[in-house]
């Protein structure tokens, strides 16, 4: 698929306003509120319940469960960077899978120690994958982007599917069939939206393109860095409208999913608590979610507390909610920052200069 310049790169006048953001102290105002509401709905699910009990809990647990547990962790970025090589390769030149996966990693030890300025860890995955092959940083920013946008997609995807098997899982139909028609009104609303606005595929693949170009060109000193916005977008651009490279990805992404939410489930076993797997998927992803809106260094507290006060809401024991979210997530920081720590040192030591 071939899109004009003109349309890829419209004129200033003809380019999209995006909408009015809030104020920087109604962002973090939200932010505040939100972390709150999840810390005394934790406090009101955790009256009463003994920290003796939940040390016991955390020390009976089964170190073969919890050795899985942390495979599983770690098969997560595996196959996010398998899926990311996957849009290197049709984008140009690949370098090898250590440099890849290094550099997976480290763009996650710093968004987790920058959470409020993720796009971070997008620069810091182009600048090295960029100096490996000899590519400017902009032009490599591409496939990360497209990474980006296909892991968010994928995820969200699974996130309002799980959560209404989740639903009837936990043996709240009503809750279930509502969560259903919710789902098939934004899937309707979608697809009306996408009609009215026309153009086909080719015009939502240039509509994304130029939301893109608006979000490069807003990174302000970290736009420095990617010198060749518009190979960026081009690059993105070409990758979205390979349909079998969308397929692929997609497929890799639910394989990831699936890493991520077996390792909580891995570690409700370790527990001797099983827990329906929808329900894992769904608050995991919740979680996840949880942490990224409130920006505290790699969701620390927002997370763990909707983790918590999800699964005791869906019907599993609080004090077994408690300990297997405190422990996934303790696992989750050991094996991110474990290994993305000294990635991050040997690429800088590397490519830095």
Same mark, same amino acid.
């Given at each position: 698929m071939t899109i004009p310049d003109d349309e890829l790169y419209p004129a200033p006048e003809a380019v999209e306003r995006p909408h009015r953001r809030l104020p920087r102290w109604a962002?973090?105002?939200l932010k505040v509120v939100v972390l709150a509401l999840a810390l005394w709905l934790v406090a009101r699910l955790l009256a009463g319940l003994g920290w003796s009990d939940l040390r016991g809990r955390l020390a009976g647990a089964s170190p073969a469960w919890l050795a899985a547990a942390v495979a599983a962790l770690a098969l997560r970025y595996v196959v996010w960077d398998q899926r990311w090589r996957l849009a290197?390769?049709?984008? %140009? /030149?690949? /370098? %090898? *899978? *250590?440099?890849?996966?290094?550099?997976?990693?480290?763009?996650?030890? @710093?968004?987790?120690?920058? /959470?409020? &300025? *993720?796009?971070?860890g997008g620069v810091v995955r182009a600048r090295y994958v960029g100096r490996a092959v000899g590519r400017p940083t902009g032009r490599a920013y591409g496939s990360v982007l497209f990474d980006q946008v296909a892991h968010q997609v994928v995820t969200v995807g699974v996130t309002l599917l799980a959560a209404v098997a989740a639903a009837f899982a936990a043996g709240q139909p009503r809750l279930g069939w509502s969560l259903a028609a919710a789902v098939a009104l934004l899937a309707a609303g979608l697809a009306v939206w996408a009609a009215r606005r026309g153009g086909g595929e080719e015009g939502? &693949?240039?509509?994304?393109? %130029?939301?893109?170009?608006?979000? &490069?060109e807003r990174q302000g000193r970290l736009g420095s860095l990617l010198s060749h916005g518009r190979d960026a977008v081009e690059s993105f651009t070409a990758l979205v409208a390979d349909r079998r490279l969308r397929r692929r990805v997609v497929l890799l992404g639910l394989v990831f999913v699936a890493a991520n939410a077996g390792a909580q489930w891995m570690i409700f076993a370790a527990l001797g608590a099983p827990v329906s797997p929808w329900i894992v998927l769904a608050v &995991?992803?919740?979680g996840g979610a949880a942490g990224?809106?409130? %920006?505290?260094p790699g969701g620390l507290g927002a997370a763990e507390a909707t983790m918590i006060a999800s699964f005791a809401a869906l019907g @599993?024991?609080?004090?077994?909610?408690?300990?297997?979210?405190?422990?996934?997530r303790a696992l989750h920081f050991a094996v991110t920052l474990g290994l993305g720590a000294p990635c991050l040192v040997w690429l800088e030591a590397r490519y830095g200069r």
């Open positions: 962002v973090r105002l290197i390769r049709a984008d %140009g /030149p690949v /370098p %090898g *899978r *250590r440099i890849t996966f290094a550099a997976l990693l480290a763009a996650a030890t @710093v968004n987790t120690i920058t /959470p409020t &300025v *993720r796009v971070v939502l &693949v240039r509509r994304l393109a %130029g939301r893109i170009a608006a979000r &490069v &995991v992803a919740l990224v809106l409130v %920006g505290t @599993v024991d609080r004090l077994d909610a408690t300990a297997a979210s405190l422990l996934y």
